[in-house]
């Protein structure tokens, strides 16, 4: 008799929750407004590298696959898929009611245009490197695409969510040339309509769209490039979803009037600083180690980042498939902010309280975010005699110097291009990945690269998941990079939007909207 | 007239010359590859050297720059390396946007710099006169980015009455308001001191002299006569004051999110744009010498004395 | 300015001129309180390690904005710093900066300007040729591209400073070696056979001092302004060395929650540059006796 009640209880209590979203029915109509803090360079797939020009043009275009809310892999164009048993064989079903904003039907054939334009070196895709792994790419029949791999890739089908495999008409492109950047043509939930440059991009619902024509009529981006100036924008009710700049975080999220719409997920992403691994002093594991122990993580995460993100160990975030719980206590118990301890590594490394290490530079790219993080930084450094400056440049310039190895010390930030540790320990760690390739530590270590390189041909999980426990073990203990924090994203939106969720690769920028819906309007 | 105009513009060719090479020179001087930059944080070498096979940043620099000069003897400015849109196109809407910024903000600087500037001339000393010069001083002393952070914070949030940023597409004319106050501070608070102080020496001479002493009102004099000789350094100072708009512009837009042509030429430098930073550089160095050029013509209508040979 | 270039020079003994000069100075109520504002700063900017409540790096978290109080007469910055004691400190930082890039494209631009008038021909034809491209190219832009470009830091600010701010200056004494060349005093200094650099700097420099001070004066505060105008970009001075524009940047982000933090280096930024105004126009009321009031 009480179980009962019990479960009564629990299902009025389900109810009450779920209650406000129960009690409306997804409306049509309204526009959806936005703010992006640049204008987006490119809006052609084969193009895109950044965060801007992949949020507008993942409502334009699709691809074969794509992510669910949690991180899953499913069928977007391609409704089913299966994989040889060697691993090398892709063979896509695809959709036979797809079609082009143009009106033509998407079949298998442009596809085979679309990955064959990535690889083509005249179109010069700064992705181009993403279908390395293809021999060859044809299709069987109208709607039956087949794939063929090098060699085994365990993260293949993971990779095909990214921007650079959407499907693209051939007539358009060919059309238009260069500017199909600016008036891109795709088969997504929306249709470009006008883009005016620095101030505003429109796209408007796509009644065809394959899978039911989305909620909205339009969406609009406005290009707002202060964030104080974004942030009074969306309090006046003037944009509808919007980030939280980190100095009206407290403000903002103990504010009953924003609370209940302010959504949060953490992505599959990491801060770090990083160490130049060959340089002197840093190619002296005891003073990296040092360092380590005494960059305050919970403060910078706490005050500085004002609890908006969590305090990493590992190099896999919680998010990614692989993360090791054993690792992170592992990490945690050996690195985590302990002065004294710091101390004594230091003396370890034959710098007892500082004495004969030079003066170092942290280096970092300019912008308010990192130079108050890095500031922390230099202060903790000062706690063990460590002296240490600041010096920032501008992203083109960091980039050129971080490539050459000429920082010793750098922070930089990682977000997934795909769900796979390989994008993580691979590239960030393999010896083979040195330089621009993202290997910016000029790290190497024989284990590292033979777990990591032995984890890329592997196709069963269970094994891959060990392989990368072992290569993550090895490289915390090295510690060619501190780990600050792992990123997590938050937003805000208007009362009246609905059915927002957040990407777990990128937050925001990963959002389709064809799920979104308005109750104003 | 026309000769006098021919010859200058003329003259302003080594000028467009030295522009974009210093600009060509500091951009290969300086590190960072645009290659690099378009593809991403990580990336191969070959992809790397495909994206700067397909710009010709591969070429040897001194052929790069003869290859530009030659495109722009053609008029043509080339793409946007990031965008990959036509530079003339992406200057010229941009243009319109800081050319009507600077309108506004030319505007409200000369009707309330020139009319604070005589009053206090007229009123020297007075309290009016003290306030007016305070005022303009401080005017120039704060920096404009603050001021429009302010202006946003009290107008456009609290107050309400104007749009937070944006361009004129977006919100009409109000939109113009706030970043034209901001930007047409500085050039009010020069043209204030400016215009009192060429007041008060026309006010000494001779002729206004004896003009009063022929009797004529006292408003008759200032307007009639003291007016328009007082207004030359004015009109000099207003040829400067385009370059100021122009340049100025480039934080006033970033704040009120006006898409202009400083804010364009900044992201430029932060791209390594170099298409988009020579188009740029050279649209703003063409605008200053054309005001310039201006500002020695108007001198001809407002003082008969000075001809051109 | 452009209008002071022609200005014509009174025979007077360069002693009297100051001493008629500071007369005048010292009846301009304006400029008095502007030589005070500027004498006040100078003198936190030199004793700034002695009357600093905190030192002005103390970092402490646990501290992180709070509003002001007797503890924090401004309050404490997001890394929990007195926010006082920066600006105190701030001051000896935007004023050096200031002072010295003022120095530096004075000194050049003084050389140039006089090699150029003094010279003429050829040598004139270049160096002015110099100055109408930097003068059509944007000082702002320009500065902004070498400092993004070299990294941000105070040499090369003053690198950049040194590039092209030169060339206002350059034009002013140039004008003003045109219209004492030929004057008694220096052609007289040629015939007896005085060497260039003395006629330059002993005969010509001193009487074509006044527009260079009034230009130094008034350019100070341009210059604070301009590293402020920088550090909005997170281009100017390379943290955690306080400068007031770099407070004020890392304070607008704190406008909504904690308002004191920027608006207070905004307004010292404004009385500074004000001050450095007043006296900058006071000086070229007293010196330029066309103005004679």
């Known amino acids: 008799m009480r179980k009962s009640y019990l479960i009564l209880l629990l299902v ?246 924003y609370k209940p719409y302010i959504l949060e997920k953490e992505i599959v992403g990491i801060y770090y600083l990083g160490f130049n691994v060959q340089k002197k002093p840093f190619n002296n594991k005891y003073l990296r180690q040092a360092i380590t122990r005494v960059i305050n993580k919970e ?223 | 007239m026309i000769r006098y105009i021919i010859r200058r513009l003329l003259q302003a060719i080594p000028v467009f010359i030295g522009v974009t090479l210093i600009t060509f020179i500091l951009f290969f001087i300086a590190p960072g590859d645009p290659a690099r930059l378009i593809a991403g944080q990580r990336a191969d070498a070959e992809t790397i050297a495909r994206i700067r096979a397909l710009w010709g940043l591969d070429k040897p620099l001194p052929v790069q720059y003869f290859l530009f000069l030659g495109r722009l003897l053609k008029l043509d400015f080339g793409r946007s390396f990031k965008t990959n849109i036509p530079v003339i196109q992406s200057i010229g809407e941009r243009l319109q946007a800081t050319a009507i910024l600077a309108l506004f903000a030319f505007i409200i600087s000369v009707l309330l710099g020139v009319t604070a500037g005589i009053i206090s001339a007229v009123k020297q000393y007075s309290i009016f006169d003290y306030s007016a010069m305070v005022i303009a001083l401080l005017g120039v002393s704060a920096p404009v980015y603050w001021i429009g952070i302010i202006l946003l914070l009290v107008f456009g949030f609290k107050l309400g009455w104007l749009p937070l940023g944006g361009y004129i597409t977006e919100y009409g004319i109000k939109a113009v308001i706030l970043p034209a106050i901001a930007l047409g501070t500085r050039p009010a608070a020069y043209f204030a001191r400016l215009a009192r102080s060429s007041m008060l020496e026309v006010i000494r001479q001779e002729y206004i002299i004896t003009a009063r002493a022929k009797g004529l009102s006292e408003s008759k004099v200032i307007f009639k006569h003291a007016l328009r000789n007082a207004l030359i350094p004015v009109v000099t100072y207003a040829g400067m004051v385009v370059g100021d708009l122009l340049t100025g512009a480039v934080l006033t837009e970033t704040i009120f999110a006006w898409p202009g042509i400083g804010r364009l030429v900044v992201q430029a430098i932060f791209d390594r744009d170099l298409p988009v930073l020579q188009g740029g550089v050279i649209v703003i160095a063409l605008i200053y010498i054309l005001a310039n050029l201006l500002v020695d013509l108007s001198y001809a209508l407002i003082d008969p004395r000075i001809r051109y040979e | 300015m452009a209008i002071d270039i022609g200005a014509s020079f009174q025979t007077r003994k360069p002693r009297s001129l100051w001493r008629v000069a500071w007369k005048r100075l010292s009846k301009n109520k304006l400029a008095l309180l502007g030589l005070g504002i500027v004498i006040f700063f100078v003198l936190v900017a030199i004793f700034a390690p002695y009357i600093t409540p905190y030192p002005w790096n103390e970092v402490d978290l646990s501290r992180a904005l709070q509003p002001p109080s007797w503890k924090h007469l401004l309050g404490t910055d997001e890394f929990g710093r007195d926010i006082f004691s920066r600006i105190i400190y701030g001051t000896r930082v935007s004023l050096q900066f200031a002072f010295f890039a003022q120095l530096i494209s004075i000194s050049i631009g003084t050389l140039l300007g006089l090699i150029a008038g003094f010279y003429g021909g050829w040598i004139d034809d270049l160096i002015m040729r110099v100055v109408e491209i930097l003068f059509a190219f944007p000082f702002l832009l320009f500065v902004i591209a070498v400092v993004s470009t070299l990294g941000t830091g105070i040499q090369n600010l003053y690198l950049a400073v040194a590039l092209i701010g030169w060339a206002g200056v350059s034009r002013i004494v140039r004008g003003q070696v045109l219209s004492l060349r030929e004057r008694d005093f220096v052609v007289g200094a040629h015939a007896i056979g005085a060497s260039i650099w003395r006629i330059l700097f002993r005969h010509i420099l001193p009487n074509a001092l006044s527009p260079i001070i009034i230009e130094a004066t008034l350019g100070v505060g341009g210059m604070i302004m301009l590293e402020a105008g920088l550090s909005f970009l997170g281009l100017g001075v390379q943290a955690p060395t306080p400068s007031w524009g770099s407070m004020v940047q890392a304070g607008l982000a704190y406008m909504r929650s904690c308002w004191w933090y920027p608006i207070a280096p905004g307004i010292v930024i404004m009385i500074v540059v004000f001050g450095f105004n007043l006296l900058g126009d006071g000086l070229r009321d007293a010196l330029d006796p066309r103005l004679y009031i």
Request: proline share 7%.
């Open chain 1, 12 to 257: 009025s209590l389900i109810f009450l929750l779920l209650g406000s979203s129960i009690a409306q029915t997804p409306q049509y109509g309204g526009v959806l407004r936005r703010s992006l803090v640049n204008d987006p360079p490119t809006l052609d797939p084969a193009m895109i590298t950044d965060t801007a020009s992949d949020e507008v043009a993942r409502q334009i275009f699709d691809g074969l696959v794509e992510y669910d809310p949690n991180g899953k892999v499913v069928g977007s164009i391609a409704k089913r898929w299966s994989i040889s048993k060697d691993g090398t064989v892709y063979t896509f079903y695809l959709h036979d009611n797809v079609y082009f904003h143009n009106g033509r039907n998407v079949t298998a054939e442009d596809f085979v245009y679309s990955i064959k334009r990535i690889m083509d070196p005249k179109t010069a895709s700064p992705r181009a490197s993403f279908a390395e792994p293809i021999k060859d790419v044809v299709a069987k029949d109208k709607y039956t695409l087949v794939i063929t791999l090098k060699k085994p890739f365990a993260p293949f089908l993971s990779t095909l969510t990214y921007s650079c495999f959407w499907v693209v008409p051939k007539e358009e492109v060919e059309k238009l040339g260069k500017d199909f950047a600016t008036k891109p043509v795709g088969t997504g939930a929306f249709i470009f309509e006008d883009w005016k440059h620095d101030v505003k991009i429109r796209l408007k619902a796509n009644p065809k769209y394959f899978r039911g024509r989305p909620y909205v009529d339009a969406i609009e981006w406005m290009i707002i490039p202060d964030e104080n100036v974004d942030f009074m924008n969306f309090e006046k009710g003037q944009i509808d979803i919007t980030g939280i700049p980190d100095p009206e975080w407290d403000r903002v999220s103990n504010d009953p009037k």
């Open chain 1, 299 to 521: 403060g910078i995460v706490k005050v500085i980042r004002r609890g908006r993100a969590k305090v990493a160990y590992t190099i896999l975030p919680p998010s990614m498939p692989g993360f090791s719980q054993e690792n992170y206590n592992w990490a945690k118990e050996k690195f985590s902010y302990n002065v004294e301890e710091a101390k004594k590594l230091l003396a370890k490394a034959g710098y007892p309280n500082g004495k004969g290490l030079p003066e170092i530079v942290i280096y970092y790219n300019t912008s308010v975010a990192h130079k108050r993080i890095m500031e922390a930084i230099q202060a903790d450094l000062q706690k063990i005699g460590i002296k240490a400056k600041l010096q920032n440049y501008d992203w083109a310039v960091y980039l050129d110097l971080l490539d050459k190895g000429e920082l010793p010390v750098f922070r930089l930030g990682w977000v997934a291009d795909y769900i796979d540790p390989d994008n993580f320990l691979w590239v960030l760690f393999n010896s083979s990945n040195w330089g621009p390739e993202g290997n910016h530590s000029f790290y190497k270590n024989p284990k590292v690269d033979e777990y990591t390189n032995k984890a890329r041909l592997e196709t069963l999980w269970s094994v891959r998941a060990k392989y990368y426990s072992i290569a993550e073990r090895v490289i915390l203990e090295d510690c060619p990079i501190v780990p600050i924090y792992y990123y997590v994203s938050q937003v805000i939106y208007q009362p009246w939007v609905h059915g927002l969720y957040l990407d777990p690769l990128t937050g925001l920028s990963g959002v389709r909207y064809r799920a979104v819906w308005l109750s104003k309007k």
